[in-house]
């Protein structure tokens, strides 16, 4: 092989390697190749033609040399990381500030930002998702005349401590070597250094213990006129993520206990504690709705306004049940009408329901692995129903243990307003287990519990629960049908309901 040839083969080979943003010992990317000949020295022409991948026997024998030691450093450095474990964390990027959303009162300046999987990776040197660990960045600003405690309990009930959630991240050589199974016996040679492996890694994970505790959030008081700021080591939700912020007024003691032992009048009440809300997008699954133009499904010229007088009999008039895609076969009850606005839905439930993934090969796999392990798959997509002439505009699910225990909700947004509010009308079941059909092309289908009215009426005692219920009641749906005479759905289990649908009115924010 001529040097010409090599030269270009080496070209090739280093300018399709993707570089690694933050990495101080990667090479160059191909958008900055024309740095790199201009660090190694080459001339204006030698530069132009490398730039062409077109090298000239001029510059031949000094780029080719570059573009050796670098590759054997590259070598080197995969080698180097082979036998020692690196932790470079990057304690100074800040990107996910970008995103960061602002609430404010007048006690209280709350910033929050869900960190993305590469996001999380740089500023922790790690992937903590693996772990099931998502870090969610806080800054408080005190502006009240009070200490300000943060319960860390309201934004997951599951957090992880900072020095905890570094322990399950912690390098270990016997996992490393697990994850491979019999394929482990390839590295035994690699045991030779197993001392410096064992060594690196014992001072890697010392850093990580003082990385994360030093950008943890501490559980302290934020004294008055101060700001705090850190990460909350929460589970990992995707799609949208509720970030509810509960910030308690610290009082004396000796005030505390005598507000128990002597009534207090109304002006010598404890303050209440300033509660932010955020709803915060999270990339990671394809849901359903984000191929959904709700403005072209409700031009804003066909909304048809609805008064307190005459919202029963409108909602009554909806339909009474969903149906197959040709609408000739009626399905499930339309048991549900939530009235809210988009955003303030996918607020209202994303604290407790999950969305679904659209239908796909990928998501399908997923399906199949949760049904055959008796796993979970927060986010398995749901089979389409129809309304008003579409499959679902949204579905969500509230899930168990297992894909095969689970609550559908499904939605539609109507032409109908009130109080200048999106009307949407809904069906919502319990699947309690799995059966054989021949209605479904991979021959089975989900089992829903026959009692359709618990898994409504579920729903609002849900919301109540969230504090995000402005009113509620019944309005006349599918009607009336006994256990001992069922209708059925369209796989063909049997279901019976008192005939009514479930209205929920939505607060925009969380009530007490």
């Known amino acids: 092989m001529t040097r010409s040839r090599r030269l270009s083969r080496l070209l090739a080979t280093w300018s399709t390697e993707p570089s690694q943003a933050g990495n101080s010992r990667s090479g160059p990317g191909s958008d900055s190749r024309a740095a790199f000949f201009r660090g190694v020295g080459a001339t204006a022409h030698v530069r132009q033609t490398l730039l062409n991948n077109q090298p000239d026997s001029l510059a031949e024998s000094r780029i080719t040399s570059a573009l050796n030691a670098m590759l054997l450093r590259r070598l080197w450095d995969r080698l180097w990381d082979l036998v020692t ?35 999380t990776r740089r500023v922790f040197g790690i992937n903590v998702g693996r772990r099931g660990i998502q870090p969610v960045f806080l800054r408080i600003e005190n502006r009240s005349t009070q200490a300000l405690r943060l319960q860390a309990v309201t934004i997951d009930p599951r957090y992880f401590t900072p020095l905890e959630a570094a322990a399950v991240n912690h390098f270990s050589i016997t996992r490393r070597l697990s994850a491979f199974g019999a394929l482990g016996w390839l590295f035994f040679p690699l045991l030779l250094f197993a001392p410096l492996k064992l060594f690196t890694a014992w001072l890697a994970n010392h850093r990580m213990d003082t990385a994360f505790r030093q950008r943890g959030f501490r559980l302290v008081p934020v004294p008055p006129g101060t700001t705090a700021e850190g990460f909350v080591f929460t589970t990992v939700d995707l799609g949208t993520k509720v970030v509810h912020v509960r910030l308690v007024p610290l009082e004396p003691l000796q005030a505390s206990i005598a507000r128990l032992v002597m009534p207090a009048s109304a002006g010598d009440q404890a303050d209440a504690p300033v509660d932010l809300v955020f709803t915060v997008p999270v990339p990671g699954i394809a849901a359903d709705y984000l191929d959904r133009d709700f403005s072209a499904l409700r031009p804003s010229h066909e909304v048809e306004p609805c008064t307190a007088d005459d919202l029963v009999a409108r909602l009554e008039a909806m339909p009474a049940a969903t149906t197959n895609a040709a609408g000739t076969r009626t399905g499930d009850p339309a048991n549900l009408v939530v009235i809210g606005e988009f955003e303030t839905l996918l607020g209202a439930f994303a604290a407790r329901w999950d969305e679904s993934e659209t239908i796909s090969l990928a998501t399908c796999w997923k399906t199949v692995k949760a049904f055959l392990l008796g796993s979970n798959y927060r986010y398995s997509p749901v089979s389409p129903l129809h309304l008003f002439g579409r499959d679902q505009d949204i579905a969500l699910q509230r899930t168990r243990g297992s894909i095969n225990e689970r609550i559908h909700l499904r939605l539609w947004l109507t032409p109908l307003a009130f109080e200048a509010k999106p009307v949407w009308v809904g069906q919502i079941s319990r699947d309690i287990g799995v059966r054989f059909t021949t209605r479904a092309w991979n021959l089975t289908t989900h089992r829903i519990d026959p009692d359709v009215d618990e898994s409504r009426d579920y729903c609002i005692e849900d919301l109540s629960a969230a504090g995000r219920v402005r009113a509620a009641g019944y309005v006349g749906g599918v009607g009336a049908c006994r256990a001992d005479a069922p209708r059925h759905n369209l796989t063909g289990d049997p279901y019976f309901t008192d005939g009514k649908r479930a209205v929920i009115l939505l607060a925009p924010t969380r009530t007490e």
């Open 85 to 119: 474990t690196p932790y470079t964390p990057d304690s100074g990027f800040t990107g996910f500030l970008d995103r960061a959303v602002t609430q404010e009162d007048a006690r209280a300046r709350v910033t929050v930002a869900v960190l993305t999987p590469a996001e």
